[in-house]
């Protein structure tokens, strides 16, 4: 199969055929919307430019303000702290578990204090964290759910769709997701009033958009006296032709989806048996949709085995793979100046979150985008030859 069909690149003709006409300018943009909110059964869908920028939007749309604390995890790409910073809030670092690697509830009950506003989840490569005890703490604490599923599409939790928990959800169109239009985003909501404020905040703060409504009309902008920027907002709006590719790449996600479940079938396959790595555990109440498939080297000396299984997987004739992100509040930036920032309570050192700093120095992270199954294969198979290999 193709990363890019041919129907991606029929609707990204048209959209220029269209020639950006203001009357054709949000055509693809609508379809996707609905489109998107039909397949994930949420009542409110507004694209955005990318998946940072969505989680801004919604902190700015629940009511989080400057000051107020957000808890995220440090296990994952920093944008899901960074859209904190952005809002001019304090992200409140949770640790995560042992087997899921996703974020602990026991974890985010400690970081609870009277400012925490929100909670920002992470379905970490495709897995849902454990969204009953989640709620259960943001319905005792009066605290806001934003789901980041970024790597994480059509996900399953105990027969739920994930992204049906939250007050929002957040989904990324970035290149390596399940689907892409190069960049993009799009948030999701089932209340009318946060999806309001979301598409006035994503669209320069304009009187005349909505919930359902993501322009302004002409007989607006051509009124001289007409007001409007009623808030602030910003434009974090999603192009027509990046729209045109992500409704393609919508209309296929089945197909998308499940070629990396197979994936990640062979890698399961490739570590039965083998003692020297502990793979991300699923629930059997979860589906996991494996944006990439992650395992653990059960190593005391993660510093030189992890370059030492990488070099031999390569040697063997792997297309190598990645390292876990290093934990956020280990980040230059973090360390050095969101540290000294106002307001910041926590010490970005050692021992912050003991069981992500466990897992991320000996985190590796296999891609599951091949299109061949054939090419995935063989793959699996010199994973199985490396695993046997650097045991003995």
């Known amino acids: 199969m193709n990363r890019i069909s041919e129907l991606e690149k029929t609707y990204v003709i048209d959209a220029l055929n269209n020639e950006f006409q203001t009357s054709k300018n949000s055509i693809y943009t609508g379809k996707l919307e609905a489109k998107f909110g039909e397949i994930f059964k949420q009542t409110y869908c507004i694209s955005h430019v990318n998946g940072t920028a969505t989680m801004h939007t919604a902190l700015n749309a629940i009511g989080v303000g400057p000051g107020d604390e957000v808890i995220v995890p440090p296990l994952t790409m920093s944008s899901t702290s960074l859209c904190v910073l952005q ?88 290149a390596s997701k399940h689907i892409t239009s190069g960049e993009g985003g799009m948030l999701t909501t089932k209340s009318k009033a946060l999806a309001d404020n979301s598409r006035r905040f994503s669209s320069l703060g304009y009187a005349g958009v909505s919930a359902s409504q993501g322009k302004i009309t002409r007989n607006d902008i051509q009124n001289p006296n007409y007001d409007r920027h009623v808030s602030l907002g910003f434009n974090y709006r999603m192009s027509e032709i990046q729209s045109a590719v992500a409704l393609g790449q919508l209309e296929r996600i089945e197909e998308l989806v499940n070629i990396r479940k197979k994936v990640a079938h062979l890698f399961d396959e490739a570590l039965e048996g083998s003692n020297i790595v502990q793979k991300q555990f699923t629930p059997e109440y979860c589906v996991n949709s494996y944006w990439a498939y992650s395992f653990i080297l059960k190593t005391d000396n993660p510093s030189k085995d992890w370059f030492l299984f990488r070099d031999l997987f390569q040697k063997n004739g792997g297309d190598g793979f990645y390292s876990a992100w290093k934990l956020t509040y280990f980040e230059p930036l973090f360390l050095n100046e969101i540290q000294n920032q106002k307001g910041i309570f926590q010490k970005y050192g050692k021992g912050l979150c003991p069981n992500a700093e466990y897992l991320q120095p000996r985190m590796i992270q296999l891609k599951t985008n091949y299109w061949d199954l054939s090419e995935a294969a063989t793959q699996a198979n010199i994973l199985k030859k490396t695993l046997i290999e650097f045991d003995n």
């Open 87 to 174: 809002n001019g809030s304090i992200p409140v670092f949770a640790d995560v578990d042992l087997n899921t690697f996703n974020i602990s509830p026991d974890s985010i009950r400690k970081c609870i204090t009277q400012k925490t506003k929100a909670i920002i989840t992470v379905s970490l490569y495709g897995l849902a964290p454990e969204y009953d005890e989640i709620l259960n703490i943001c319905n005792e604490n009066n605290i806001a759910l934003i789901e980041d599923n970024a790597q994480c599409f059509l996900g399953y939790y105990k027969g739920r769709l994930v992204g049906d928990f939250g007050d929002f959800a957040s989904y990324s169109f970035q």
